[in-house]
């Protein structure tokens, strides 16, 4: 594909538009009813999220993510607190969160604060998830260089070895972390890239300030 090829490119979104009447005062409940929507949408991982940290060097860095949970006080996913992005949290806890839902010309901007899930919640969370799951927990030392697919192999069957005849526990080094908001945005595609933007930002008294913000 030549690059006038791909510059071409380009969609035209017509599904919906979005004005301040139609939001809610807190920008939790605005996701939650994007959130049924998308449910009824036929979207696949509509939980399917982009997760961006900062290094130490505070070059970004980017990966998606699932989310499993949210509420009033923020945006829940899990991994191993030793991987890239654990440690960059570690250092960093400011991050952002993207959602885009293509099927309804949609995205959510999230710009928070990440801390850790108690531990209590994280077990709840890692009690529910299938064996294989809970095993490869145990087997990826994540983010870091292996000698290749052999080994993960052969340290997935070491502890599904170990495992087999019991409960397998949640390891010490994965769980939760909380993204608390401190800015939510709503974009939803429009004719002639005249987008509808909506930004959230905390004011006094717990009030959130909505703005429209120029396509």
Sequence with gaps: MTKEEIAAIRKEYTLHSLDVEDLAF?????FEKWWKQAETSGIDEMNAMTL???GADGMPDARTVLLKHFDSEGFVFFTNYNS???LQLEHNPKCSLLFFWKELE????ING???KISAKESMAYFDSRPDGSKIGAWASPQSVAVAGKAWLKETFEYYTERF??????????WGGYRVKPIAIEFWQGRPNRMHDRFKYTPA????WK??????
């Excluded at 807190?26 to 605005?30: A, I, K, N, S, T």
């Design 26 to 30: 807190e920008p939790v409940l605005q």
């Design 52 to 54: 961006a940290t900062a």
């Design 84 to 86: 890239t992005k654990g």
């Design 106 to 109: 949609r995205q959510v901007r």
């Design 113 to 115: 604060v990440a801390e």
């Design 164 to 173: 087999k005849h019991g409960h397998i526990p949640k390891p010490p080094h």
């Design 204 to 207: 006094e008294n717990g009030i």
């Design 210 to 215: 909505i703005e429209r913000l120029a396509p």
